[in-house]
């Protein structure tokens, strides 16, 4: 069993960054590729980006490749999202996820816990 929990989220004018955190509790949080989802208001769930059980992977979407860092410090349960250059069209709930498989993946099925998500908004 994996719990996570968001935070970081907020709103920020457009151009701005913010950086999201995901605590995971349990000690297997090395074992589990991580992701990051997110959700517009009336809109199916997407991929943002995902990394590894070791770092080594990285995936991201198109929309925020080269804007976006994902990243995990394994000793202290926590994966990160760093957000630069934000658009409106960033705005979201953000929620993070554990994969018990090994890869970055992007797709939602592969991850069996997820968070309650954290809100960015992204102002214009």
């Known amino acids: 069993q994996v719990q996570l929990v968001e935070s970081g989220g907020g709103l920020v004018q457009a151009g701005g960054s913010l950086r999201l955190s995901c605590a995971a509790s349990g000690r297997t949080f090395s074992s589990y590729a991580m992701g990051w989802f997110r959700q517009h208001p009336g809109k199916e769930r997407e991929f943002v980006a995902a990394i590894s059980w070791s770092g080594g992977n990285t995936n991201y979407a198109d929309s925020v490749k080269g804007r976006f860092t994902i990243s995990r410090d394994n000793a202290k349960n926590t994966v990160n999202l760093q957000m630069n250059s934000l658009k409106p069209e960033d705005t979201a709930v953000y929620s993070c996820?554990?994969?018990?498989?090994?890869?970055?993946?992007?797709?939602?099925?592969?991850?069996?816990?997820w968070g309650q998500g954290t809100q960015v908004t992204v102002s214009s």
């Open positions: 996820a554990a994969s018990p498989l090994m890869g970055a993946s992007m797709a939602p099925g592969a991850y069996a816990y």
